[in-house]
């Protein structure tokens, strides 16, 4: 099998950049480990930045984004019992972030493809890549009882974390960069409308707790909770008890509903430098993990595949490498304003068992800061809404 770009993983990160290519003309091969059905119900991120939203619509696979997804012109601040509102709309001259489920994004994109005759193998095994400083590198693996090669000009490394593509690349041409925190975030998905319109990103001496939504009749929560926790030790009436004191605020109440789904999400801050390695180029969760508070990961695979996608339909319209050789310095300015965000927000809002009561005055003293400093309420804002795609610091207004 021959294909132009060989891209494993059939998460946001490659089925995105498949599309891309297929509107550039150039040729793909998607290569998946789970199940069609695995992916499209894999319930994870639900936060779309701007740029991301319009990247989708442009790209003609924003259609049922539009008519489902919820737009939110604000996030809210709980804390010390009380609640402020960010207007994000506001603080950013008419941005907004859109509320919608990665799996459904995923779910878009797949059609798609399948509607364009983009090949994506689902349920294969055993992912090798070789060959990876020659013009041919190689993706070999087993579709049921096959073994088989696909051979291509590029290969993108979109598998995520746990994926094969980044080990491969040889020891010492890599540096990682990583932060892990001492807590976990539980996430449950319930049969029960939101109990408010926005988010609501709590702070609480019990811990940080999270309302967000994926519909108006399914509501998302997720609560901070020891790294190694056990989702047995957290039954239904816990887990409603527990978010229920975190978010309380007088006059308002928790509505619950059968839980539907519920996960233990690590948190952890990761990059590795650069993204790129002869004709292997890493993209989204493969290259950076960022712990989940800013709402990122998934906006940074998006941003990843964007510019990766520009490099490749360059080197394939003019035989330029200039960008594709620039891609990880084109990226990496941004996956860090993402990584610093992410971090300071999860500082921010999270215990920290070691931080005693001067770290608590000092988290209340920047929500405070955050919810009633003009000029800080719009960092948070510009953050949480979303950098341009292909930000870069000589490029800002300051810079
Ligand atoms: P992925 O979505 O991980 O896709 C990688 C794909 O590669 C997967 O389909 C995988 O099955 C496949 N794959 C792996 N190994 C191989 C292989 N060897 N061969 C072929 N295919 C392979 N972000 C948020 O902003 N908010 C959240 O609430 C949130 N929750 C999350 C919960 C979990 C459990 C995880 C893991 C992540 C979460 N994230 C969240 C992060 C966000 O979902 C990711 O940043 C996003 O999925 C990145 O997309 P990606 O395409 O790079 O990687
Ligand atoms: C959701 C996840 C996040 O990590 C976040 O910061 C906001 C919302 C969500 O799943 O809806």
Same mark, same amino acid.
């Given at each position: 099998?021959?294909?132009?770009?060989?891209?494993?993983?059939?998460?946001?990160?490659?089925?995105?950049?498949? &599309?891309?290519?297929?509107?550039?003309?150039?040729?793909?091969?998607?290569?998946?480990?789970?199940?069609?059905?695995?992916?499209?119900?894999?319930?994870?991120?639900?936060?779309?930045?701007?740029?991301?939203?319009?990247? =989708?619509?442009?790209?003609?696979?924003?259609? %049922?984004?539009?008519?489902?997804?919820?737009?939110? +012109?604000?996030?809210?601040?709980?804390?010390?019992?009380?609640? %402020?509102?960010?207007?994000?709309?506001? $603080?950013?001259?008419?941005? #907004?972030?859109?509320?919608?489920?990665?799996?459904?994004? @995923?779910?878009?994109?797949?059609?798609?493809?399948?509607?364009?005759?983009?090949?994506?193998?689902?349920?294969?095994?055993?992912?090798?890549? +070789?060959?990876?400083?020659?013009?041919?590198?190689?993706?070999?693996?087993?579709?049921?009882?096959?073994?088989?090669? =696909?051979?291509?000009?590029?290969?993108?490394?979109?598998?995520?974390?746990?994926?094969?593509?980044?080990?491969?690349?040889?020891?010492?041409?890599?540096?990682?960069?990583?932060?892990?925190?001492?807590? #976990?975030?539980?996430?449950?998905?319930?049969?029960?409308?939101?109990?408010?319109?926005?988010? *609501?990103?709590?702070? &609480?001496?019990?811990?940080?707790?999270?309302?967000?939504?994926?519909?108006?009749? *399914?509501?998302?929560?997720?609560?901070?909770?020891?790294?190694?926790?056990?989702?047995?030790?957290?039954?239904?009436?816990?887990?409603?008890?527990?978010?229920?004191?975190?978010?309380?605020?007088?006059?308002?109440?928790?509505?619950?509903?059968?839980?539907?789904?519920?996960?233990?999400?690590?948190?952890?801050?990761?990059?590795?430098?650069?993204?790129?390695?002869?004709?292997?180029? =890493?993209?989204?969760?493969?290259? +950076?993990?960022?712990?989940?508070?800013? #709402?990122?990961?998934?906006?940074?695979?998006?941003?990843?595949?964007?510019?990766?996608?520009?490099?490749?339909?360059?080197?394939?319209?003019?035989?330029?490498?200039?960008?594709?050789?620039?891609?990880?310095?084109?990226?990496?300015?941004?996956?860090?304003?993402?990584? %610093?965000?992410?971090?300071?927000?999860?500082?921010?809002?999270?215990?920290?068992?070691?931080?005693? /009561?001067?770290?608590?005055?000092?988290? =209340?003293?920047?929500?405070?800061?955050?919810?009633?400093?003009?000029? /800080?309420?719009? /960092? $948070?804002?510009?953050?949480? @809404?979303?950098?341009?795609?292909?930000?870069?610091?000589?490029?800002?207004?300051?810079?």
């Amino acid at each position: 099998m021959r294909t132009q770009v060989g891209i494993v993983g059939a998460g946001p990160a490659g089925l995105l950049l498949s &599309h891309l290519l297929h509107l550039g003309g150039i040729e793909s091969v998607v290569l998946e480990i789970k199940s069609r059905d695995y992916v499209e119900k894999r319930i994870r991120a639900g936060v779309l930045e701007q740029g991301t939203v319009n990247l =989708l619509i442009e790209s003609g696979v924003g259609r %049922r984004m539009q008519r489902e997804g919820l737009v939110h +012109h604000g996030i809210q601040l709980r804390f010390a019992g009380r609640h %402020r509102r960010l207007d994000l709309f506001q $603080l950013t001259n008419g941005r #907004a972030i859109t509320v919608y489920g990665q799996h459904e994004v @995923v779910k878009d994109l797949i059609a798609a493809r399948l509607v364009a005759g983009g090949p994506i193998l689902f349920e294969i095994a055993d992912v090798s890549v +070789h060959g990876m400083t020659t013009a041919t590198p190689t993706i070999r693996f087993r579709k049921d009882k096959e073994v088989l090669e =696909l051979t291509c000009d590029f290969i993108a490394g979109c598998d995520g974390f746990h994926g094969v593509c980044r080990p491969s690349i040889p020891k010492g041409t890599l540096t990682l960069y990583e932060r892990n925190y001492p807590f #976990a975030w539980l996430g449950i998905l319930a049969e029960a409308p939101p109990s408010s319109e926005e988010l *609501i990103y709590a702070y &609480h001496e019990r811990g940080f707790a999270l309302h967000s939504m994926r519909s108006h009749a *399914i509501t998302r929560l997720y609560l901070q909770c020891e790294p190694d926790e056990e989702l047995a030790n957290w039954p239904d009436a816990r887990i409603w008890a527990e978010l229920g004191t975190r978010l309380a605020v007088p006059g308002w109440t928790l509505t619950e509903g059968p839980i539907l789904q519920r996960g233990i999400t690590g948190m952890r801050s990761f990059v590795v430098e650069p993204m790129q390695y002869g004709r292997l180029f =890493l993209a989204g969760d493969a290259a +950076h993990i960022v712990p989940a508070t800013g #709402a990122k990961g998934l906006n940074l695979a998006v941003a990843d595949v964007h510019i990766l996608a520009r490099a490749l339909v360059e080197f394939y319209s003019s035989d330029k490498v200039d960008l594709l050789d620039r891609y990880s310095e084109t990226c990496l300015p941004r996956v860090w304003q993402a990584q %610093r965000f992410s971090w300071w927000m999860t500082s921010m809002l999270h215990r920290f068992g070691d931080g005693g /009561a001067f770290q608590q005055r000092v988290q =209340l003293a920047e929500l405070e800061y955050v919810t009633s400093s003009r000029a /800080a309420a719009t /960092a $948070l804002a510009e953050n949480y @809404v979303g950098l341009p795609l292909g930000w870069l610091p000589e490029a800002s207004p300051l810079g």
